[in-house]
Nanobody, 125 residues
Framework: QVQLVESGGGLVQAGGSLRLSCVASGRYNSRYVLGWFRQAPGKEREFVGGIRWSDGSTRYADSVKGRFTISRDNAKNTVYLQMNSLKVEDTAAYYC??????????????????WGQGTQVTVSS
């Protein structure tokens, strides 16, 4: 079993920053990609970005490109989501997930296997 635990969410004013963490444990296989998704009330879960453990290559949704950065610490089995210049529309529950692929950072939640419990990010105006 794989466990993914997110942390770092909270309340921040528009224009502020937060850093989310996702710690993987259990039978976690760091060969697979790890993605970040978010879901606002009444909306579908959407892709935010993801990272390939092997070489650190990343992929981002257009809505966050240039504002969000994903990085990893292999020794700690931890992936980070640095969020800058936050907007009210970034308000959502944020989830990390392990993908089925080691190469492709997919944007479809169905490409992901294990999920964390989520952490809430609220951006006020």
């Amino acid at each position: 079993q794989v466990q993914l635990v997110e942390s770092g969410g909270g309340l921040v004013q528009a224009g502020g920053s937060l850093r989310l963490s996702c710690v993987a444990s259990g039978r976690y296989n760091s060969r697979y990609v790890l993605g970040w998704f978010r879901q606002a009330p009444g909306k579908e879960r959407e892709f935010v970005g993801g990272i390939r453990w092997s070489d650190g290559s990343t992929r981002y949704a257009d809505s966050v490109k240039g504002r969000f950065t994903i990085s990893r610490d292999n020794a700690k089995n931890t992936v980070y989501l640095q969020m800058n210049s936050l907007k009210v529309e970034d308000t959502a529950a944020y989830y990390c997930a392990e993908g089925f692929s080691a190469v492709v950072v997919g944007t479809d939640p169905r490409n992901y296997n294990y999920w964390g419990q989520g952490t809430q990010v609220t951006v006020s105006s």
